[in-house]
């Protein structure tokens, strides 16, 4: 159904579960034509040492997606969080940091060429208030290190999607607004950033205002900028189970009605994790699509619903 609404719907999925779990492999096969790759490209799991890139993991994952015909989104080239310690500790200058940089994103998207489709360049730059976030990438280069980082991808694998990600975008906000005009900044500089992600990783008591998205998805089409919703689950924090999977279901259809909405435009729906009982968060807050038995919940049927339409 995806497929026929030119839509990505992807899942993000790790090694550990590629390589030991059957039923986990053949929901992602049968159900996604998309995944990202949730934390094997992080910088600890991928360059564990200056000299040392460890694909193995990362490879995995890849194969059994492009020999599914699933697409593959990387995650993630630049971010302030997973760096190993020897560059925390490392006091590398501006240059020597710029080296290492260059050569991290170089590597990984050279070694990927022609089978990621899309990469998450530079993931959760900026503060609530638009501001640039703290992290070792400005603290040594500054804040050039997000176009740089832009152009280092492009030169590695021209074909290949760049994406700025970040949560607490996909509305109206000075945190929006921050990085639509660094994005509309970076083209106007000929920096090739081809979309944004907006993450949504929420709840079920989110206030979900899809006029408000609209608005901001048609400022990016306006500059020529895909969108992707990047990471989206809805934890359930509560008690009544029932009333809360409808109103999980609810939002679900919600959301993926509001990117359908936004056709060209918003090309792909991404739930961060297959199942509830792998998910990052705690598994009582059954926040995907699947249940701990792999069974399809109501927040399935709100997918389906909205593909229907
Ligand atoms: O793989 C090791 C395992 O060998 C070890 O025994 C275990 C003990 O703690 O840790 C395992 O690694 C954990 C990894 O998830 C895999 O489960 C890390 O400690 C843990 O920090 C890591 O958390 C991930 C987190 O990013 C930090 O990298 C989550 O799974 C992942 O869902 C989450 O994803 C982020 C996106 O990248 C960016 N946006 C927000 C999103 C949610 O936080």
């Known amino acids: 159904m995806a497929d026929k609404q030119q839509l990505l719907i992807g899942a993000a999925i790790n090694y550990e579960k590629v390589a030991s779990d059957s039923k986990y492999k053949s929901i992602v096969k049968s159900e996604f034509n998309m995944v990202t790759v949730e934390n094997d490209m992080k910088f600890t799991s991928i360059h564990p040492a200056r000299k040392q890139y460890d694909f193995n993991k990362a490879d995995v994952v890849v194969n059994f997606a492009l020999m599914n015909n699933l697409r593959v989104q990387g995650h993630t080239l630049v971010w302030h969080n997973r760096i190993p310690d020897w560059l925390l500790r490392g006091h590398y200058s501006k240059e020597e940091m710029k080296r290492i940089l260059k050569d991290h994103i170089q590597t990984i998207v050279r070694h990927y060429k022609n089978k990621v489709y899309a ?37 590695a694998d021209p074909k290949a999607l760049l994406f700025l990600n970040d949560f607490g975008i996909e509305g ?80 679900y259809f919600k959301l993926l009605n509001t990117c359908l909405n936004s056709k060209g435009t918003c090309t792909a729906f991404i739930v961060w994790g297959v199942t509830d009982k792998y998910s990052w968060l705690p598994k009582e807050k059954s926040p995907l699509i699947f249940d701990q038995r792999f069974r399809k919940k109501e927040a399935y049927e709100a997918l389906v619903d909205a593909l229907k339409q």
């Open 119 to 155: 990469w998450d360049v530079v993931n959760e730059a900026f503060n609530d208030d638009g501001s640039l976030r703290d992290s070792i990438w400005l603290r040594t280069i500054g804040s050039e290190y997000i176009g740089l980082s832009f152009q280092w991808a492009h030169e």
């Open 172 to 251: 109206l906000s000075d945190k929006s607004t921050a990085v639509y005009r660094l994005i509309s900044s970076l083209k106007m500089q000929g920096i090739p950033v081809n979309g944004v992600g907006f993450q949504m990783h929420y709840s079920i008591s989110k206030e979900f205002n899809a006029d408000n998205v609209k608005r901001n998805m048609k400022r990016y089409r306006d500059i020529g900028v895909e969108v992707h919703f990047s990471e989206v689950d809805i934890a359930v924090p509560g008690n009544d189970p029932n009333m809360e999977t409808d109103i999980q279901g609810d939002l």
